[in-house]
């Protein structure tokens, strides 16, 4: 259905009904109630004016599902599912428009109108390519013409701050006597140290708006009041900022804004966000919500049987910027994950509490995987992250040995992954010097030498415009340690225009990173703005993605290629050149269901009086899972936007609307594999079965 530059109403998508759709509403006016035109629909099903089966078998899941009563796990509320029996209504006029909004009857009327047409308006490789183009990375030359620029504005104005600091403890204050220009020379050279744009990170609305050259509008400067006062908090460094372009002209910024811009939902919401993932949510003695026991405290997050989540007490409970649709703003809310510096330093009893959570490592039979992320773990200072590899390297160790003393098929399983979760080479790249590297190397050698196989920085690069020349030499240290980068994607709404993943994924190719999971953003209220429907997700990989896409001989090659060449950034680049495809399709696009892991594995059961699509998800069956899954319900999940207002915000953002009208076509997923990098190795023993800190009955 072409979109028109107004405001559909009503009466205008009862008209698309009555004369594309004349069975459907004569089946309805000849009803008596909802019961009768649902049977007279399925009955209709099975005719032969019916030339899309799917699109019939998704008809047919909304006339089975129609008035249940279903738990959305999301809100924890019960939701009346009232899709069809509504559709009757409206088609005979025994509801009113204030009841119902138009963004329920546009996607109903385009599930109907598929159950006359199989879909072939599917883009071709030579779209695709040309959505790509629309998208410079920060390599380009221009966007860097712009950005320069940037840096010298920002870096005048970090002049006068400096000038005006009280701090005299400060390492950066000017000397005595030195004129304007040489202030400047002081200012370029510390650009590249990471301390110093942590020290002088912008945290207020006003200083913003300066370094944006006034740039803001008075609403978004009232809504950043309105947070101040709610505590929210702010905190942007300068490198960060100099990606913006506020000038009107080149490049398009959105994916970057729409990480540092706050909407209103997210202000207003602030203060009573609920964890979405709730086995984040740890009560003493308690399992969480994925059946899991875990130290008291909020410095294990465990999901699945064999990978859990340390989040250190040290700086590692920051980042380098709030990111506006974080997963983990519910604990900046609560200050567990806060700017507070000085504060989060390590004190004298956190290395005793090191030893207490390693040991819950050591002594788990199924852990083999350890993601040490935050807040973000390359803040931490290089003193501590060493230190909190070397507890990981010990106890490592320790279990290994402790397995020599076991019998075959009651070992535990040992550590064989260790990942580094971090937006710093994206934030702040500076902070990957050449004392980290040696702390990456030293440990790498250390733990290859004990049975760990992999070990990975996993990043989150947004834009293409988000790696820039300091990205690129972050990336490249990083393999040059030898560790693998991998990345996730988290899918909002400027994220999702047409191309501008898959131009992502080129761009981090050709220097050598992987990508891991495209993230569809969680479905809370406070993420309204930035939040992109699941069925654009899928589009993307069924539209998109699929350029890229490889069949199992290529996959085999490609990993045999990873795993042979020292030289990352060549070999994946040579690979997508030979094969002629743009880049290697290595991601997974999912949704982290609370307590039960991330999928992508759902039907759609209904759709909500405003609009908003009710899925049904399954969990991923290709992994292990806490056991809790086979005691749990199934996952109803209800999206925080419409369809139709989705596509009203692309049409806002300069995008043609009709390039995405495929999109109602997606109604139902399946997760897709994984790539076998991203595969456990095999152990070189049997594991026991037994699983241990499970708060629950085994079966």
């Known amino acids: 259905m072409k979109q028109k530059n107004k405001m559909l109403s009503h009466k205008d998508v009862k008209t698309l009904f009555e004369t594309r759709l004349t069975q459907l509403t004569s089946l309805a006016a000849e009803s008596r109630n909802e019961t009768i035109f649902k049977n007279k629909l399925n009955d209709y099903l099975l005719s032969a004016h019916i030339k899309n089966p799917i699109a ?31 559709l009757w209504q409206f088609l005979t006029n025994r509801i009113t428009d204030e009841e119902t909004s138009v963004d329920l009857w546009l996607d109903l009327y385009q599930q109907f109108l598929r159950l006359y047409h199989v879909p072939n308006n599917i883009p071709n490789e030579k779209q695709i390519r040309q959505w790509m183009k629309r998208w410079p990375g920060g390599l380009n030359e221009d966007v860097r013409a712009i950005r320069n ?54 945290k207020s ?74 086995e984040d949510v740890v009560e003493a003695g308690k399992p969480n919500a994925a059946g899991w026991l875990v130290p008291d405290g909020h410095n294990i997050h465990r999901r699945y049987p064999e990978v859990a989540i340390l989040i250190p ?48 490592f050591e002594n ?61 080479p994206v934030y702040l790249p500076m902070r990957i010097n050449e004392e980290l590297m040696d702390i990456l190397k030293e440990f790498k050698t250390k733990a290859s030498a004990i049975g760990i196989k992999q070990f990975l920085i996993q990043t989150h690069f947004q834009t ?33 225009r047409r191309g501008h993943t898959a131009k992502l994924r080129k761009v981090l190719n050709e220097l050598g990173v992987i990508c891991y999971y495209t993230f569809s953003v969680k479905g809370f209220e406070e993420n309204h703005a930035v939040f992109t429907p699941n069925s654009r997700s899928l589009q993307e990989q069924h539209e998109e993605k ?51 892991g991330k999928s992508m594995t759902f039907v759609m059961v209904g759709i909500t009086p405003d609009g908003k699509r009710i899925l049904e998800f399954d969990h991923d069956h290709t992994r292990k899972h806490s056991p809790i899954i086979h005691q749990m319900e199934k996952v109803f999940i209800k999206e925080n936007k419409s369809i139709y207002q989705y596509m009203l915000q692309l049409r806002e953002m300069g995008e043609n609307p009709e390039e995405y ?39």
């Open 205 to 278: 609305p006003t200083e913003l708006n300066k370094m944006l050259g006034n740039s803001l509008s008075e609403e978004t400067m009232q809504l950043y009041q309105q947070a101040r006062k709610k505590r929210m908090p702010f905190f942007i460094t300068p490198y960060y900022l100099s990606l913006l372009n506020p000038t009107g002209k080149g490049y398009d910024d959105a994916a970057i804004r729409s990480y540092i811009l706050y909407s209103p939902q997210l202000i207003n919401t602030y203060g009573k966000i609920h964890a979405w993932e709730k």
């Open 546 to 596: 699929i350029l890229g896409k490889l069949n199992k001989e290529d996959e085999t090659e490609f990993l045999t290629l990873l795993r042979s060449n020292n030289d990352r950034a060549t070999a994946v680049k040579k690979f997508y050149t030979e094969k002629n495809i743009p880049f290697v399709a290595t991601d997974r696009s999912v949704l982290n269901l609370p307590g039960i």
């Open 313 to 360: 007490d040290s700086m590692g409970r920051a980042c380098g910027g709030l990111c506006a649709s974080c997963q983990r703003m519910y604990d900046f809310q609560s200050e567990r994950l806060n700017f507070n510096f000085e504060e989060l330093k390590p004190k004298e009893s956190w290395d005793k509490r090191l030893r207490k959570l390693m040991e819950y």
């Open 56 to 86: 019939a078998k998704n008809i047919a899941r909304l006339i089975e599902n129609d008035s249940k009563t279903i738990y959305e796990l999301s809100t924890e509320k019960e939701i009346e599912i009232k899709t069809i029996s509504l």
């Open 661 to 699: 009208n495929s999109i109602w076509n997606y109604t139902e997923g399946e997760t897709e594999p994984r790539f076998p990098l991203y595969n456990y190795p095999d152990a070189e023993f049997k594991i026991t079965e037994t699983y241990s800190n499970l708060g629950m009955e085994q079966e």
């Open 149 to 202: 620029a940037n840096k010298e504005r920002i870096i005048s104005l970090l002049i006068k701050k400096i000038e005006n600091r009280h701090a005299p403890s400060s390492r950066y204050v000017f000397p005595e006597g030195i004129n304007d220009e040489e202030k400047r020379q002081w200012v370029n050279q510390w650009w590249n140290e990471a301390r110093f744009h942590l020290a002088l990170a912008i």
């Open 464 to 496: 293409p415009l988000e790696v820039t020349p300091e990205a690129q030499e972050a990336i490249r240290k990083i393999l040059a340690a030898g560790w693998t980068i991998t990345n996730q994607l988290v899918y909002n709404v400027a994220a999702s």
């Open 364 to 424: 788990d039979t199924q852990l083999r995987d350890i993601l040490i992320t935050g807040g973000d773990a390359l803040m931490s200072q290089n003193k501590t992250l060493r230190n909190i590899l070397e507890a990981v390297y010990k106890m490592a160790v320790r279990k290994r040995n402790a397995n020599l003393k076991r019998p075959e098929g009651e070992k535990y399983a040992e550590l064989q992954r260790v990942r580094l979760g971090s937006r710093l």
